[in-house]
């Protein structure tokens, strides 16, 4: 079946400008995670939702990032006002249950000039 | 200190060596573990879960040590498809059994 997407696979921006990352879970899938990997480091916890609700969102660096499910599937994680310091591949996972296995989706690398 | 960290690496070996890596956690509490192999510009994949019996899948074992806050993983045999980085990854259970820490990897080369 298919797995976890993310688009767009490759985002380039300017600092300053908004970006908008999108996640399309596996199908059935309640449980949502992003994580952000910067070079050489291992995935970091962003925010977790379960259904619709954002459950846990204590992984998000500052009030510039922000992530929404509305109807309980695709989610879209938005940051505004980009810094050079937010370049890094964006992971979204999703899990049947919690806890279970988390499967991540190929990532959005996003690009900070 | 942090909460997961591993063997810095990188880990060279040729095909049919042995290769081990080491992984230590802080918070006593954690609940389940896991590694997880990550391909070059590509996605974690659940390699194996680690249990406190220890684990086998064919070439690789797991082993955990709750005492010693210690988890490892063994490959026997390498081969050129386990080129990849290995990531120690963490649960730590109760309220926040959704989170997954992960330690930073160990890459490893198999060379022909």
């Known amino acids: 079946g298919a797995g976890v997407s993310q688009t767009p696979s490759n985002k380039v921006t300017e600092k300053g400008k908004y970006v908008e990352l999108r996640c399309d879970p596996i199908?059935?899938?309640?449980?949502l995670y992003w994580y952000r990997q910067s070079l050489g480091q291992g995935p970091e916890f962003l925010i977790y939702?379960?259904?619709?609700?954002?459950?846990?969102d204590s992984g998000l660096p500052n009030d510039r990032f922000f992530a929404v499910r509305p109807e309980g599937s695709v989610s879209t994680l938005k940051i505004q006002r980009t810094e050079r310091g937010d370049s890094a591949v964006y992971l979204c996972?999703?899990?049947?249950?919690?806890?279970?296995?988390?499967?991540f989706g190929p990532g959005t690398r996003l690009t900070v000039l | 200190r942090k909460e997961v960290e591993q063997d810095p690496g990188p880990f060279n070996v040729p095909e049919g060596a042995t290769v081990a890596f080491n992984c230590t956690y802080s918070?006593?509490?954690?609940?389940?573990f896991f590694w997880y192999r990550q391909d070059c510009r590509k996605e974690p994949k659940l390699l194996m879960s680690?249990?406190?019996s220890g684990n086998e899948d064919g070439r690789f074992t797991a082993q955990l040590n709750r005492a010693s806050q210690y988890i490892s993983l063994l490959i026997r045999d390498s081969k050129l498809s386990d080129s990849a980085t290995y990531l120690c990854?963490?649960?730590?259970?109760?309220?926040?059994?959704?989170?997954?820490?992960f330690g930073k990897g160990t890459l490893l080369t198999v060379n022909p």
């Open positions: 996972a999703s899990s049947l249950t919690v806890p279970d296995t988390q499967y």
């Open positions: 199908s059935g899938h309640t449980a």
């Open positions: 939702f379960q259904g619709t609700g954002a459950a846990d």
């Open positions: 918070n006593s509490a954690s609940q389940s």
């Open positions: 680690v249990y406190s």
């Open positions: 990854v963490v649960n730590m259970g109760g309220g926040s059994n959704y989170k997954l820490t």
